[in-house]
């Protein structure tokens, strides 16, 4: 299992930005596909974006689509989400999962939490209003 630490949360201003960071543990990080998932007190975990290999292909929930970017930095076995134009309804704890690659074999199975077997702690994000 990969080990994920997230980090970069915070309080903001609605229509700010932020940039959440999950880190890897080294070695292991080009035979995983990542994921970053929310939950907001009393509701479902929800899923927010997803990278995998090869090729950098990105999936996106609709609700966050053109506001947020999830990315990679193999050299620092880091994953990354910029958060822009941030909503009060973005409040959530954040989630980085892996997932090893060669389980994501469709588009849909990078939505399905159940496809990642490693998760971070969260970090808080707290949009105002």
């Known amino acids: 299992q990969v080990q994920l630490v997230e980090s970069g949360g915070g309080l903001v201003q609605a229509g700010g930005s932020l940039r959440l960071s999950c880190a890897a543990s080294?070695?292991?990080?080009?035979?995983?596909?990542f994921g970053w998932f929310r939950q907001a007190p009393g509701k479902e975990r929800e899923f927010v974006a997803a990278?995998?290999?090869?090729?950098?292909?990105?999936y996106y929930a609709g609700s966050v689509k053109g506001r947020f970017t999830i990315s990679a930095d193999n050299a620092k076995n880091t994953v990354y989400l910029q958060m822009n134009s941030l909503k009060p309804e973005d409040t959530a704890v954040y989630y980085c999962?892996?997932?090893?690659?060669?389980?994501?074999?469709?588009?849909?199975?990078?939505?399905?939490?159940?496809?990642?077997?490693?998760w971070g702690q969260g970090t808080q994000v707290t949009v105002s209003s």
């Open positions: 999962a892996g997932g090893l690659a060669r389980k994501f074999y469709s588009a849909i199975s990078y939505y399905a939490g159940s496809q990642y077997n490693s």
């Open positions: 990278i995998g290999w090869p090729g950098d292909v990105t």
């Open positions: 080294r070695g292991t990080f080009s035979r995983y596909a």
